[in-house]
C-alpha cells in the first residue's frame, strides 16, 4: 500500500496558476503511474491526469488539456500537477492516486489502488 499526502491547494483567481504536489511513501514509486482526480459535491470523481513511472505517457482530460501540466519528480518520490489558466469550474476537491496495476495509468476510479485526503482548490471569477 502506498500513502499519499497532496499539498498545494488554495484559492486563486480565475486566469491564475496553482500548483499541487503529491508525495508518495510505502512502495517503489518511481514504476508506479500516478494520477489526479477532482470531485464537486454531488459529482463523481473524475479523472484530470495520469503519469506513467518514467514520465513517458501522459493523458489530460478534455476540460484541462493545454491548461494543465503533470510532471513527477522520482527522486523526491513526488508528482506534480500544475494547472494554468484556471477557470471557476476547475473548482473541486484534488486527489492524488496511485495506480492499482503499477504500469496502467489511473484513467478511472477503479483503476486506483490508493487515494490522497485530497486538497480543496476554489477559483474565484
Known amino acids: 500500500q502506498v500513502q499519499l499526502v497532496e499539498t498545494g491547494g488554495g484559492l486563486v483567481q480565475a486566469g491564475g496558476s496553482l500548483r499541487l504536489s503529491c508525495a508518495a511513501s510505502g512502495r517503489p514509486f518511481s514504476s508506479a503511474a500516478m494520477g489526479w482526480f477532482r470531485q464537486t459535491p454531488g459529482k463523481e470523481r473524475e479523472f484530470v491526469a495520469g503519469i506513467t513511472g518514467n514520465g513517458g505517457t501522459i493523458r489530460f482530460a478534455d476540460s484541462v488539456k493545454g491548461r494543465f501540466t503533470v510532471s513527477r519528480d522520482n527522486a523526491k518520490n513526488t508528482v506534480y500537477l500544475q494547472m494554468n489558466t484556471v477557470k471557476p469550474e476547475d473548482t473541486a476537491v484534488y486527489y492524488c492516486?496511485?495506480?492499482?496495476?503499477?504500469?496502467?495509468?489511473?484513467?478511472?476510479?477503479?483503476?486506483?489502488?490508493?487515494w490522497g485526503q485530497g486538497t480543496q482548490v476554489t477559483v474565484s471569477s
Open positions: 492516486a496511485a495506480a492499482r496495476v503499477t504500469f496502467v495509468l489511473p484513467l478511472s476510479p477503479p483503476m486506483v489502488g490508493s
